[in-house]
Nanobody, 126 residues
Framework: QVQLAESGGGSVQAGGSLILSCVFP????????IGWFRQVPGQEREGVAV???????RYSDSVKGRFTISQDNAAHTLFLQMNSLKPEDTAMYYC????????????????????WGQGTQVTVSP
């Protein structure tokens, strides 16, 4: 498993915005779907958003319309723009890449992941 490097987490009030970044190896985007997961201690990990090699994006219903996933292939960086944040968005956010994330079951995919990050904490206060 290759480590990815996330950044951009922090604390924000409800209604605010954050942007997360994830740097990945230069060849990952050609064969894998790349996405964001989040997890709260004691709860199951949740798929948040994923992007396919040709740019198709998918979102969980809980973030649709508020979060936007994008990637800059020249910079080998994945982004998650998070707007209108809610306290229930509080979690550790992880970047991941794997061919399995291209399936319709991506949200519940439990691994193993070919590429996985150490996570960045997002905390949203009321």
């Amino acid at each position: 498993q290759v480590q990815l490097a996330e950044s951009g987490g922090g604390s924000v009030q409800a209604g605010g915005s954050l942007i997360l970044s994830c740097v990945f190896p230069g060849y990952v985007e050609f064969d894998n779907c790349i996405g964001w997961f989040r997890q709260v201690p004691g709860q199951e990990r949740e798929g948040v958003a994923v992007i396919e090699p040709y740019g198709t994006t998918r979102y969980s219903d809980s973030v649709k319309g508020r979060f936007t996933i994008s990637q800059d292939n020249a910079a080998h960086t994945l982004f998650l723009q998070m707007n209108s944040l809610k306290p229930e968005d509080t979690a550790m956010y992880y970047c991941a890449a794997d061919r399995a994330l291209c399936s319709r079951h991506w949200r519940s995919y439990a691994g193993p992941f070919g590429y996985w990050g150490q996570g960045t904490q997002v905390t949203v206060s009321p």
